[in-house]
Structures are given as C-alpha cells and as structure tokens.
C-alpha cells in the first residue's frame, strides 16, 4: 500500500474516530463502527486515533507510550469488525501538526461559556479526577472540530455522548463562514441503532475506562463469563419470580444483538411472568454475541497474521491525510488573509532588496 492522493475524490467526506485508551467493544459497535463500516464505501471515510484528545484526560509519559499498543489494537478491531483500509483511511492525530494550526484559529471562534456548559466535559474531569477543569480539555469540542473540518467532513458517525460535540463543530463552521466567505461545510452527526449501550454493571455507558465492556476482540469464553456476570433485575432471586425489563442491561443487549426477535420476544414475555431462569436468558444472548464476534475474529487473525501491515496502513493512512490537511490549510489562510498578509511582507522586502541592487548598481 502507498500513500492516496485523496484531493481529488470527489465523494462526500465522512470523519470519525476514537482516542487510543483501549480495545474497541460493542458500545463503540453499535454506537458508531457499525455505521463506518456501512459508509465507507459511498463517504470518502477517515478515521481518526486521537491520541490528542488522549491527552486531555491521560499524559503522563506512560499513558503516552502505552497507547502504541492500543493504537495497533484498535486499528485491528476496526478492521476485524469490516473496516477495509483499502477503502477507510486510519490516521494518527499528533502526526499531523497542521491540526493544531486550525486548532488554534477555531480556537477564536467559541467563548468559553459555551464550552463551560458542556456536561460531557465536567462529566470527563471527574471521571478523571481532576479538581478543577484544564484548558485543554475545555477545549475538547475545538480540537475535535479542528479534525472533522481539516478533511471538511460532512458526516460523523458518532455515539450519543458525542452529539453535543458535534454541536460545536457545526457552530465552529458556520462562524468561520460568516467571517471569513464560505469555506467550510456544516457537518451531521450520525448516531448509531443503539445511541448509548449500557454496561455490563449497568452502569450508564459501556466504556473502555470503566472496566464494564464486553471487548470485540474477547474470545468465547471470556465472553460467555462476562454475560453469565452482568447485573439483572435484582429482585429476582429465583425463576418464579416475575422479573423487570426496563432498566435490565441483558434484555437492552438482547434487542441490540439478538437477531432471533421471535427468541427475544418468547423470553421476555417468560421473564415478565416468571417462567425463565437468568441463566436461559444470558446463555442464549451470549450465543447472538459470540455469533455477531465469530466473523470478526477469522478476520483479526487474516491479519494479524502479517506483522508490520496495521503499522504500514496507519503510516500511509497519516500521509494522504497530511496532503488534505495541508490543502485545507492553505485554504483557510487565504480565506483569513493571513496568506495575503504573508505575501504583502514578501513583496515588500523583494522590493527593498531590488531596489538596494539597482542603487548599487549605478
Ligand atoms: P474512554 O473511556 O477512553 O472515553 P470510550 O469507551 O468512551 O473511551 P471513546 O473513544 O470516547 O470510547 O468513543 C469513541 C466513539 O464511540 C464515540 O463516537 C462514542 O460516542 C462511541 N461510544 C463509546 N462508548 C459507547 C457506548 N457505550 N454506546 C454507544 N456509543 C459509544
Ligand atoms: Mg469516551
């Protein structure tokens, strides 16, 4: 594979991604890659690891070196679960300085109110446990619209907990546009079948960071431990006892896995009235999962079988995107005036070199 000059590819843009903190798990499934996978034929589609947006919550030098790791693993998740890197672009974030270029003019564009009243923001400094809210990562939703609009993308398939995101990027473009001529498309978000899978624990969002994620790349058992352990209607200490749906992550799963709706529906309507045991119910969702993961681990084993190609996608995947990057930079410097103001010195000192030649000359 070499690098694509992708300048010319006139298909919609599609932009998305995720930070290189963990494996990918079915959250990141059915909340986003599954619509990668569906688009990346019609959208020219680039998907981002953004090891950027890492540092806003993770950067000690460890975090730093261990995202290699997560970086070649996440790369192989994406295309176990059908990304074609013939087709998708992967591409490392901090390989491509020009995004922070653009990082820094949106920077102008959105007040700080504004990133203020985010909740998904405060909601990651907690979860980080940091005190008090840092400057980068208030600016999580600029940076992010830094690489959604440095490829000019017009669609992000994303998970719920991301729209808001998108929300700034949309307000970013628009800004910009108004400033300075119409340069930038207004991208969509595009959420997923289920907008927000919950956790194993039943916690409000199945994450790489909250230890309650069935993982794309879990073997059988693994996964079939993991079902046998997720949390269930807690009154319902025996199969007699008529059991709640709403609420209960195993029946969210079934309706987000389980193609069997015949197979869901009988089990719901035995669980409501007390005539199946917990254990029916999470062995047969553990089969629809482990058959949604079967396809995908023949394909992480076709190619995790060649060392170096995940590592030789990424590195060509960073220099087509750089090229675009690039383009779009120039763009928007002559859309500012920077270039002109660049130019204008150019010409004046030109000017001031000619002359000195041509008094020296006489
Ligand atoms: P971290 O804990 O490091 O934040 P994460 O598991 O939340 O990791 P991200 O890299 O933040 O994953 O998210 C990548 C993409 O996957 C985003 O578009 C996000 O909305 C989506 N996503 C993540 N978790 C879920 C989930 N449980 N349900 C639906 N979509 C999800
Ligand atoms: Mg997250």
Same mark, same amino acid.
């Given at each position: 594979?070499?690098?694509?000059?992708?300048?010319?590819?006139?298909?919609?843009?599609?932009?998305?991604?995720?930070?290189?903190?963990?494996? &990918?798990? /079915?959250?990141?499934?059915?909340?986003?890659?599954?619509?990668?996978?569906?688009?990346?034929?019609?959208?020219?589609?680039?998907?981002?690891?953004?090891?950027?947006?890492? &540092?806003?919550?993770?950067?000690?030098?460890?975090?730093? &070196?261990?995202?290699? #790791?997560?970086?070649?693993?996440?790369?192989?998740?994406?295309?176990?679960?059908?990304?074609?890197?013939?087709?998708?672009?992967?591409?490392? $974030?901090?390989?491509?300085?020009?995004?922070?270029?653009?990082?820094?003019?949106? $920077?102008? /564009?959105?007040?700080?109110?504004?990133?203020?009243?985010?909740?998904?923001?405060?909601?990651?400094?907690?979860?980080?446990?940091?005190?008090?809210?840092?400057?980068?990562?208030?600016?999580?939703?600029?940076? #992010?619209?830094?690489?959604?609009?440095?490829?000019?993308?017009?669609? @992000?398939?994303?998970?719920?907990?991301?729209?808001?995101?998108?929300? @700034?990027?949309?307000?970013?473009?628009?800004?910009?546009?108004?400033?300075?001529?119409?340069?930038?498309?207004?991208?969509?978000?595009? @959420?997923?079948?289920?907008?927000? /899978?919950?956790? /194993?624990?039943?916690?409000?969002?199945?994450?790489?960071?909250?230890?309650?994620?069935?993982?794309?790349?879990?073997?059988? %058992?693994?996964?079939?431990?993991?079902?046998?352990?997720?949390?269930?209607?807690?009154?319902?200490?025996?199969?007699?006892?008529?059991?709640?749906?709403?609420?209960?992550?195993?029946?969210?799963?079934?309706?987000?896995?389980?193609?069997?709706?015949?197979?869901?529906?009988?089990?719901?309507?035995?669980?409501?009235?007390?005539?199946?045991?917990?254990?029916?119910?999470?062995?047969?969702?553990?089969?629809?999962?482990?058959?949604?993961?079967?396809?995908?681990?023949?394909?992480?084993?076709?190619? %995790?079988? #060649?060392?170096?190609? @995940?590592?030789?996608?990424?590195?060509?995947?960073?220099?087509?995107?750089?090229?675009?990057?690039?383009?779009?930079?120039?763009?928007?410097?002559?859309?500012?005036?920077?270039? $002109?103001?660049?130019?204008?010195?150019?010409?004046?000192?030109?000017?001031?070199?000619?002359?000195?030649?041509?008094?020296?000359?006489?």
């Amino acid at each position: 594979m070499n690098p694509r000059d992708d300048t010319t590819d006139a298909r919609p843009v599609l932009l998305t991604g995720d930070r290189p903190t963990g494996r &990918l798990h /079915l959250g990141h499934y059915v909340g986003t890659l599954k619509n990668r996978v569906a688009m990346q034929q019609e959208f020219r589609t680039y998907l981002i690891i953004a090891d950027l947006h890492m &540092l806003t919550t993770r950067n000690s030098r460890d975090d730093v &070196l261990a995202s290699e #790791q997560h970086i070649v693993d996440m790369v192989l998740d994406s295309i176990a679960a059908g990304i074609d890197p013939a087709q998708a672009t992967f591409y490392l $974030q901090s390989a491509i300085p020009e995004v922070c270029e653009i990082n820094t003019y949106f $920077q102008n /564009l959105v007040t700080v109110p504004r990133l203020e009243r985010m909740p998904s923001l405060k909601d990651m400094a907690r979860d980080a446990n940091k005190e008090e809210m840092p400057y980068g990562l208030l600016g999580y939703p600029v940076l #992010q619209a830094a690489d959604i609009l440095c490829v000019r993308g017009n669609v @992000v398939p994303v998970g719920k907990d991301n729209l808001a995101h998108v929300e @700034v990027t949309r307000e970013i473009a628009r800004r910009f546009n108004h400033l300075y001529g119409d340069f930038f498309p207004v991208p969509e978000a595009l @959420v997923g079948e289920v907008p927000t /899978l919950v956790g /194993l624990d039943g916690g409000a969002k199945m994450s790489k960071s909250l230890d309650n994620a069935i993982f794309l790349s879990d073997d059988e %058992a693994t996964v079939r431990k993991k079902v046998r352990s997720m949390y269930t209607d807690p009154a319902r200490t025996r199969p007699d006892i008529p059991g709640r749906l709403e609420g209960n992550p195993v029946f969210s799963y079934h309706d987000a896995f389980n193609p069997d709706r015949a197979e869901v529906d009988d089990l719901k309507a035995r669980y409501v009235t007390g005539r199946v045991g917990d254990v029916e119910v999470k062995d047969k969702l553990a089969v629809a999962v482990n058959a949604l993961l079967e396809p995908m681990r023949a394909r992480r084993r076709a190619f %995790a079988e #060649q060392p170096g190609l @995940v590592e030789q996608v990424i590195i060509d995947g960073t220099a087509t995107v750089r090229a675009v990057v690039q383009d779009t930079v120039g763009g928007m410097r002559r859309a500012m005036g920077l270039a $002109q103001v660049a130019d204008g010195l150019a010409r004046r000192a030109r000017f001031r070199h000619d002359t000195k030649q041509a008094l020296e000359a006489r």
